[in-house]
């Protein structure tokens, strides 16, 4: 795209990257696009090349654009921006692309919310209800996860980043999984800090490349412990007795565990915390188990790393509403809730079980031990995606996940009947087919 296209403008730096991040804003330069260089925007604007490069980094600052060497200054995938919606999913097609849990399988709100009877709330009040920290130090401590120090947070992604900016600062590498999550990556950029992305197998980070890492520079970590989005990995004991073995030689290091997907990941929860850990978390979200719209993750911790957290809460925010505490007490004290989430858990196996077996019939490799997701490589992404929408299924190109692994897509199996998944499998087989990568079973 030539200079003129993007519409920017400006004289100083700050202009510029205001200009910049309008564009991002409404369209005009999309998400992954590579800006102008340094040289060819300077000379367009008329001014020296040293105002447009701090007008990069101050865009850099911000995680709205990232630095990659010869392939030069790009949008990050994910700026932490308002952008313009991608196109919804067309009519008649089958929806495995969005990530969410099955509707039927998250318990229905109008009966628990009468039972809970919030009450209104005022300044002053303990942030979190006894209630809710007596009940998750409970299931915390049954799964041999230190409780003795708990916070309440607005979500998964809330509790990541109260912990990283309670330790961290900017220029501070971070360990992430590759692939992993975008909005993880995009959080550290948004912080200033750097990612430093490790391969995950099944049983999540390999430990020889998280080894190295942390020797490398890294003082911090981000896991996932089940249900890994999108590779549907998880730790075992094992896994993550390696984990902490390495983790033990270096006692400064944060380690972060999501623990998102709770009790319908599938697989049974394995942490590497324990009470000799200097600086760690875990955080447990209920938006995969009690629906997307509960904000709420109840986080256990060091003392240190859990009045940080809730001293800078207090400053902010004060607390995550105590109707929502109120609601997520009254739900994981329901009988028939537990009972759902026992079937949650079964039916998202099943179906999970089902895609893999369907694909492994027809030669095709399949990843998804655990959660809502089953990543598929695939030798051409963009090419498997449309092959696929043509044939009814939307599924996720797995660029916007991946850093340095090959290429993949991501199918979210929550609602995928088992019949579906035999026809999903030999319509994809059929689109891989011509390229060779399918392999005898």
């Given at each position: 795209m030539a200079v003129q296209d993007y519409g920017i403008r400006g004289t100083s730096a700050r202009r510029i990257a205001e200009s910049i991040e309008a564009a991002i804003r409404e369209g005009r330069v999309a998400p992954g696009a590579t800006l102008p260089p340094v040289r060819a925007l300077a000379a367009e604007l008329a001014v020296s090349p040293g105002t447009v490069s701090s007008a990069y980094g101050r865009l850099k600052a911000r995680g709205l654009v990232a630095g990659e060497g010869r392939r030069g200054t790009?949008?990050?995938?994910?700026?932490?921006?308002?952008?313009?919606?991608?196109?919804?999913?067309?009519?008649?097609?089958?929806?495995?692309?969005?990530?969410?849990?099955?509707?039927?399988?998250?318990?229905r709100l109008e009966a628990a919310l009468a039972r809970a009877r919030p009450e209104q709330a005022l300044y002053g009040e303990p942030?979190?209800?006894?209630?809710?920290?007596?009940?998750?130090?409970?299931?915390?401590?049954?799964?041999?996860?230190?409780?003795?120090?708990?916070?309440?947070?607005?979500?998964?992604?809330?509790?990541?980043?109260?912990?990283?900016?309670?330790?961290?600062?900017?220029?501070?590498?971070?360990?992430?999984?590759?692939?992993g999550y975008p909005p993880v990556v995009d959080l550290l950029r948004a912080l200033g800090l750097h990612p430093e992305p490790v391969p995950v197998d099944d049983f999540g980070p390999r430990p020889d490349d998280f080894r190295r890492a942390l020797e490398g520079g890294a003082v911090a970590c981000i896991v996932t412990t089940r249900a890994q989005n999108p590779t549907g990995a998880a730790l075992d004991e094992r896994r993550a007795g390696e984990l902490s073995l390495i983790l033990d030689a270096h006692p400064e290091a944060l380690v972060i565990e999501d623990d998102h997907a709770g009790g319908v990941a599938g697989v049974p929860a394995a942490s590497t915390a324990h009470p000799e850990r200097r600086?760690?978390?875990?955080?447990?979200?209920?938006?995969?188990?009690?629906?997307?719209?509960?904000?709420?993750?109840?986080?256990?911790?060091?003392?240190?790393t859990m009045a940080r957290v809730q001293g800078r809460q207090h400053l902010g925010t004060g607390w995550v509403s105590k109707v929502l505490q109120r609601l997520v007490v009254t739900l994981w004290r329901d009988a028939e809730t537990e009972a759902l989430l026992r079937t949650a858990a079964e039916t998202y196996w099943s179906r999970r079980q089902a895609l893999i077996e369907?694909?492994?019939?027809?030669?095709?490799?399949?990843?998804?031990?655990?959660?809502?997701?089953?990543w598929i490589p695939v030798p051409e992404e963009q090419e498997a995606v449309r092959g696929?929408?043509?044939?009814?299924?939307?599924?996720?190109?797995?660029?916007?996940?991946?850093?340095?692994?090959?290429?993949?897509?991501?199918?979210?199996?929550?609602?995928?009947?088992?019949?579906?998944?035999?026809?999903?499998?030999?319509?994809?087989?059929?689109i891989l087919r011509p390229t060779g990568v399918t392999r005898s079973a």
């Amino acid at each position: 795209m030539a200079v003129q296209d993007y519409g920017i403008r400006g004289t100083s730096a700050r202009r510029i990257a205001e200009s910049i991040e309008a564009a991002i804003r409404e369209g005009r330069v999309a998400p992954g696009a590579t800006l102008p260089p340094v040289r060819a925007l300077a000379a367009e604007l008329a001014v020296s090349p040293g105002t447009v490069s701090s007008a990069y980094g101050r865009l850099k600052a911000r995680g709205l654009v990232a630095g990659e060497g010869r392939r030069g200054t790009r949008v990050t995938p994910r700026p932490p921006i308002p952008t313009r919606a991608g196109a919804p999913v067309p009519a008649g097609v089958r929806d495995l692309a969005s990530g969410n849990p099955a509707l039927g399988l998250l318990p229905r709100l109008e009966a628990a919310l009468a039972r809970a009877r919030p009450e209104q709330a005022l300044y002053g009040e303990p942030a979190n209800l006894p209630e809710l920290i007596e009940l998750a130090g409970r299931r915390f401590a049954r799964e041999g996860i230190p409780a003795d120090a708990l916070a309440v947070v607005g979500g998964a992604m809330d509790g990541i980043e109260r912990v990283l900016q309670a330790h961290l600062l900017p220029g501070d590498r971070v360990v992430v999984e590759d692939p992993g999550y975008p909005p993880v990556v995009d959080l550290l950029r948004a912080l200033g800090l750097h990612p430093e992305p490790v391969p995950v197998d099944d049983f999540g980070p390999r430990p020889d490349d998280f080894r190295r890492a942390l020797e490398g520079g890294a003082v911090a970590c981000i896991v996932t412990t089940r249900a890994q989005n999108p590779t549907g990995a998880a730790l075992d004991e094992r896994r993550a007795g390696e984990l902490s073995l390495i983790l033990d030689a270096h006692p400064e290091a944060l380690v972060i565990e999501d623990d998102h997907a709770g009790g319908v990941a599938g697989v049974p929860a394995a942490s590497t915390a324990h009470p000799e850990r200097r600086r760690w978390a875990l955080i447990r979200s209920v938006s995969k188990s009690l629906g997307p719209d509960l904000r709420l993750a109840v986080m256990a911790g060091d003392l240190a790393t859990m009045a940080r957290v809730q001293g800078r809460q207090h400053l902010g925010t004060g607390w995550v509403s105590k109707v929502l505490q109120r609601l997520v007490v009254t739900l994981w004290r329901d009988a028939e809730t537990e009972a759902l989430l026992r079937t949650a858990a079964e039916t998202y196996w099943s179906r999970r079980q089902a895609l893999i077996e369907a694909l492994a019939r027809r030669g095709v490799e399949a990843h998804g031990r655990s959660g809502m997701n089953v990543w598929i490589p695939v030798p051409e992404e963009q090419e498997a995606v449309r092959g696929l929408l043509d044939a009814g299924w939307a599924v996720t190109a797995g660029e916007r996940y991946r850093i340095h692994t090959p290429s993949a897509i991501r199918v979210t199996i929550s609602t995928l009947r088992p019949d579906e998944a035999d026809r999903f499998a030999a319509d994809l087989a059929r689109i891989l087919r011509p390229t060779g990568v399918t392999r005898s079973a």
